[in-house]
């Protein structure tokens, strides 16, 4: 169960394929039902943020655990224009482009780990994890005995 | 993938069938601007049932659908939002203020039946 995932992301159609690979492998891992949908939509958010923004990256899905807990790790990465003002960025309701300003602070809140770093002409690094609830990681870990 | 419109007396119907990338949803939207024109059709109905994931620009596409329609004087509901995804929205804080929501297909027919009543002329 311990692998990485890819995903190329140039394009609108990479966006929704990005979203599906990493609901994939969160199924995987246990995550189940609203949890499944907010780290897909989150997904979305920063998958959109490349293309509008850097026009190419890439998006990593790796499992991930701490102290007992186990996850999913998620990296999107570009080598894009970077972000001047990240904590501008990060604020609910601006956008820098015809959005909504909802996609980054919109992906933070679905997840529960979240980090962003930029560097002006160097690309944006997105950062989250998403931990999977005791009764999950019990249930999935029952269901690989069987 | 498009999304199929059919059409029934004075409404359109939208069954989206699978994931909608933006593209696919831009489509939808000029599809229906223009075809409510063509069909001089009174209310929309846009069901998203089987949609994972409503986010940030699906919203606001949705919502311009239904402003622009508006304009064009169709009245647009929005049907099948599921309770997993109805969840994510509200945490990311996304509404679909001032367009109409209801469960399904069935709810979404009745309401456009009460707000286009007084000027659907009746059927065969």
């Given at each position: 169960?311990?692998?990485?995932?890819?995903?190329?992301?140039?394009?609108?159609?990479?966006?929704?394929?990005?979203?599906?690979?990493?609901?994939?492998?969160?199924?995987?891992?246990?995550f189940?039902?609203?949890?499944?949908?907010?780290?897909?939509?989150?997904?979305?958010?920063?998958?959109?943020?490349?293309?509008?923004?850097?026009?190419?990256?890439?998006?990593?899905?790796?499992?991930?655990h701490?102290?007992?807990a186990?996850?999913?790790?998620?990296?999107?990465?570009?080598?894009?224009?970077?972000?001047?003002?990240?904590?501008?960025?990060?604020?609910?309701?601006?956008?820098?482009?015809?959005?909504?300003?909802?996609?980054?602070?919109?992906?933070?809140?679905?997840?529960?780990?979240?980090?962003?770093?930029?560097e002006?002409?160097?690309?944006?690094?997105?950062?989250?994890?998403?931990?999977?609830r005791h009764?999950?990681?019990?249930?999935?870990?029952?269901?690989?005995?069987? | 993938?498009?999304?199929p419109?059919?059409?029934?007396?004075?409404?359109?119907?939208?069954s989206?069938?699978?994931?909608?990338s933006?593209s696919?949803?831009?489509?939808?939207?000029?599809?229906?601007?223009s075809?409510?024109?063509?069909?001089?059709?009174?209310?929309?109905?846009?069901?998203?049932?089987?949609?994972?994931?409503?986010?940030?620009?699906?919203?606001?596409?949705l919502?311009?659908?239904?402003?622009?329609?508006?304009?064009?004087?169709?009245?647009?509901?929005?049907?099948?939002?599921?309770?997993?995804?109805?969840?994510?929205?509200?945490?990311?804080?996304?509404?679909?203020?001032?367009v109409?929501t209801?469960?399904?297909?069935?709810?979404?027919?009745?309401h456009?039946?009460?707000?286009?009543?007084?000027?659907?002329?009746?059927?065969?």
């Open positions: 169960m311990d692998r990485k995932i890819q995903v190329e992301v140039s394009s609108v159609a990479d966006i929704v394929a990005a979203r599906q690979k990493g609901r994939a492998l969160a199924m995987e891992l246990g189940d039902g609203s949890d499944l949908t907010m780290i897909a939509t989150a997904i979305s958010e920063i998958a959109r943020n490349i293309v509008d923004h850097a026009k190419r990256g890439t998006i990593t899905f790796t499992p991930t701490r102290n007992g186990r996850g999913i790790l998620i990296v999107a990465k570009d080598d894009g224009p970077g972000i001047r003002d990240v904590t501008q960025a990060m604020q609910y309701g601006f956008s820098s482009g015809n959005g909504l300003g909802v996609g980054l602070p919109g992906a933070k809140w679905l997840m529960d780990d979240f980090d962003i770093r930029s002006l002409g160097r690309g944006t690094v997105v950062t989250m994890k998403k931990w999977l009764d999950q990681f019990t249930r999935n870990k029952h269901g690989a005995g069987d | 993938m498009p999304v419109i059919l059409k029934q007396r004075d409404y359109l119907i939208a989206v069938q699978a994931a909608l933006d696919d949803l831009t489509e939808l939207r000029d599809n229906l601007s075809q409510v024109g063509r069909y001089r059709s009174r209310g929309v109905i846009i069901d998203v049932t089987v949609l994972d994931v409503i986010d940030s620009f699906a919203t606001r596409t919502r311009s659908v239904a402003h622009m329609l508006k304009l064009r004087g169709a009245q647009t509901v929005i049907v099948g939002i599921q309770p997993d995804v109805a969840f994510a929205m509200v945490q990311l804080g996304l509404t679909l203020e001032g109409g209801e469960l399904d297909l069935e709810e979404g027919l009745a456009l039946g009460r707000l286009t009543k007084r000027r659907v002329k009746d059927g065969p």
